[in-house]
């Protein structure tokens, strides 16, 4: 089971930017499709972007799309989450994630109920 660490979050004005990482160890990156979901206090998870363990396709929760951007570095086994024009409404906990699924959509589709791995997550506050 791959183990995964984020970094990145802290507190921003609402417009600014803010780029998560999260590198994953202990397993083959290149087998699971990796993503981020969000939990803001007293709310469920839910997804936010995800990207294709097969072509590096990616897809994104409708709340964030436009603004927010997914990549990967399959050599450094590590993913990103470049979040841009950020709002009030997107201070959560952002937490990694990777799914042996084949597909991005497949990882909203699921829900965190088909996550095998999960970071700790980090905070993500905007200000108003």
């Known amino acids: 089971q791959v183990q995964l660490e984020e970094s990145g979050g802290g507190l921003v004005q609402a417009g600014g930017s803010l780029r998560l990482s999260c590198v994953a160890s202990?397993?083959?990156?290149?087998?699971?499709?990796m993503g981020w979901f969000r939990q803001a206090p007293g709310k469920e998870r839910k997804f936010v972007a995800a990207?294709?363990?097969?072509?590096?396709?990616?897809h994104y929760a409708d709340s964030v799309k436009g603004r927010f951007s997914i990549s990967k570095d399959n050599a450094k086994n590590t993913v990103y989450l470049q979040m841009n024009s950020l709002k009030h409404e997107d201070t959560a906990v952002y937490y990694c994630?990777?799914?042996?699924?084949?597909?991005?959509?497949?990882?909203?589709?699921?829900?965190?109920?088909?996550?095998?791995?999960w970071g700790r997550g980090t905070l993500v506050t905007v200000s108003s």
């Open positions: 994630a990777a799914a042996r699924v084949t597909t991005a959509q497949a990882m909203e589709l699921l829900g965190p109920q088909g996550v095998n791995s």
């Open positions: 990207t294709s363990r097969s072509d590096g396709s990616t």
């Open positions: 202990g397993g083959t990156f290149s087998t699971y499709t």
